[in-house]
């Protein structure tokens, strides 16, 4: 079974300062990643996924992660933080292969962009 | 297109009290998920399905039932509530191919008192 681990439960920024967000995950074959962002009342939204390929990913409002297979990592990262920025942050892991292919989740990043 | 349609948005359950959350897609994915989301524990996973007909357990099954008797609905099932089972609740719909999206439903929030 696979497992996510994200380091930083709560990450607070100023605007413009860069982020870096840690996802390692721990699985024995080949997955596919994401990266999710969760709005305050809102449902779980895709910022990037990677499947194969470049293993640096870009996705929208300016994020983008990068795949290094060797640490078992897909860090997010944005170079200047925005107040609108401000939600909860997810990595997702799923095998590449299989029928269900089912999402697993870390526990969450909680980020705080201040004015 | 809706997409994938949760409901309801909100209930509040005594505790031994019995209620379905409904979960619908118009995208004909064959794949959906239930997923429970508690502060700092991420999202588990309850239930799945790869078609209409099959489910499976996952990570957090206990206090639940599904069914999929067709390709559009999912319903969870909460046969005897709990305080345990005050979560968001999430669904997840997925289509099939090398670049398949994930689409995830509002949510439903519920609370067991």
């Known amino acids: 079974a696979q497992s996510v681990s994200q380091h930083n439960h709560h990450v607070i920024l100023s605007e413009a300062a860069s982020l870096e967000l840690g996802c390692n995950y721990s699985?024995?074959?080949?997955?596919?990643l994401f990266w999710y962002v969760q709005y305050p009342g809102q449902h779980l939204q895709l910022l990037l996924k990677?499947?194969?390929?470049?293993?640096l990913v870009k996705g929208i409002k300016g994020f983008e992660a990068e795949f290094i297979k060797s640490k078992f990592s897909f860090n997010l990262r944005k170079p200047s933080v925005q107040w609108s920025d401000t939600a909860e942050y997810f990595c997702?892991?799923?095998?590449?292969?299989?029928?269900?292919?089912?999402?697993?989740f870390g526990s969450g990043t909680q980020l705080t962009v201040l004015p | 297109n809706a997409g994938v349609t949760q409901t309801p948005k909100f209930r509040i359950l005594k505790i031994g009290q019995s209620m379905t959350l409904q979960c619908t897609q118009d995208?004909?994915?064959?794949?959906m998920y239930w997923y429970r989301q508690d502060p700092g524990m991420g999202l588990k996973l309850i239930y799945y399905?790869?078609?209409?007909?099959?489910?499976d357990k996952g990570e957090v099954p206990n206090g639940y039932n599904v069914s999929r008797s067709t390709t559009e609905d999912f319903p969870l099932r909460l046969e005897l509530a709990a305080p345990s089972q005050t979560s968001v609740y999430f669904c997840?719909?997925?289509?099939?191919?090398?670049?398949?999206?994930?689409?995830f439903g509002s949510g439903t929030r519920l609370t067991v008192v």
């Open positions: 997702a892991v799923n095998p590449s292969s299989g029928s269900a292919r089912q999402l697993t």
């Open positions: 699985y024995g074959g080949t997955v596919n």
């Open positions: 990677y499947f194969s390929g470049d293993p």
């Open positions: 995208m004909n994915h064959n794949y």
């Open positions: 399905s790869v078609g209409a007909g099959i489910t």
């Open positions: 997840y719909a997925r289509g099939q191919g090398q670049n398949y999206g994930y689409t």
